[in-house]
T-cell receptor, first 115, second 117 residues
Framework: SQTIHQWPATLVQPVGSPLSLECTVEGTSNPNLYWYRQAAGRGLQLLFYSVGIGQISSEVPQNLSASRPQDRQFILSSKKLLLSDSGFYLC??????????????FGPGTRLTVL | AQKVTQAQTEISVVEKEDVTLDCVYETRDTTYYLFWYKQPPSGELVFLIRRNSFDEQNEISGRYSWNFQKSTSSFNFTITASQVVDSAVYFCALSEAGGGATNKLIFGTGTLLAVQP
């Protein structure tokens, strides 16, 4: 069965510090990978998605970047955090299917607080 | 443009009551998928159901049931005999088919369900 991991689970960082959040998927190959952010108002915002190693698409221009160094590894980064980067970050994966959508499965999330 | 509306921000019920969570969507596509996810206090989004636009059959899974009506663009979720463990935020989401190699989900703003003992 497939499993998705995220770490760290919680993080408190000062403004201006760097950020690296990691997501890994087990039990599948060539997944689509996604990063979402959930702010205090509960809405889920898609930040980045990836269909393969080194292939990243950005949905919202911002202070964050993403990378996919390995097939099942997805990293969210920032060089300098802003207060507005605080939130709950969720990674998700879905099977890669041509011309058909499929279910996204979410990780446990990382709660980031920027002070 | 695609849009998902969950007009109920918060619902509070007493255990064993039935409760229906509403979801209304907008899309120009004839082929699309609808989803419901549950987010308990721990934060992880748990997948509950996926329904494609060509299948309007209602579905029942234990205490959960879903009513999909294309005529009203609604995909409502009913919990029968609610339990405290059902307390969570519930999200409805929409995805277009044929989107190439990716499928982007458009989420509603969620409904917070509180089940009181």
């Amino acid at each position: 069965s497939q499993t998705i991991h995220q770490w760290p689970a919680t993080l408190v960082q000062p403004v201006g510090s760097p950020l690296s959040l990691e997501c890994t998927v087990e039990g599948t190959s060539n997944p689509n990978l996604y990063w979402y952010r959930q702010a205090a108002g509960r809405g889920l915002q898609l930040l980045f998605y990836s269909v393969g190693i080194g292939q990243i698409s950005s949905e919202v221009p911002q202070n964050l970047s993403a990378s996919r160094p390995q097939d099942r590894q997805f990293i969210l980064s920032s060089k300098k955090l802003l207060l507005s980067d605080s939130g709950f970050y969720l990674c998700a994966w879905s099977p890669r299917l041509f011309l058909r959508t499929d279910t996204q499965y979410f990780g446990p999330g990382t709660r980031l607080t920027v002070l | 443009a695609q849009k998902v509306t969950q007009a109920q921000t918060e619902i509070s019920v007493v255990e064993k009551e039935d409760v229906t969570l509403d979801c209304v969507y907008e899309t120009r596509d004839t082929t699309y998928y609808l989803f419901w996810y549950k987010q308990p206090p721990s934060g992880e989004l748990v997948f509950l159901i996926r329904r494609n636009s060509f299948d309007e059959q209602n579905e029942i899974s234990g205490r959960y049931s879903w009513n999909f009506q294309k005529s009203t663009s609604s995909f409502n979720f009913t919990i029968t005999a609610s339990q405290v463990v059902d307390s969570a935020v519930y999200f409805c989401a929409l995805s277009e088919a044929g989107g190439g190699a990716t499928n982007k989900l458009i989420f509603g703003t969620g409904t917070l369900l509180a089940v009181q003992p």
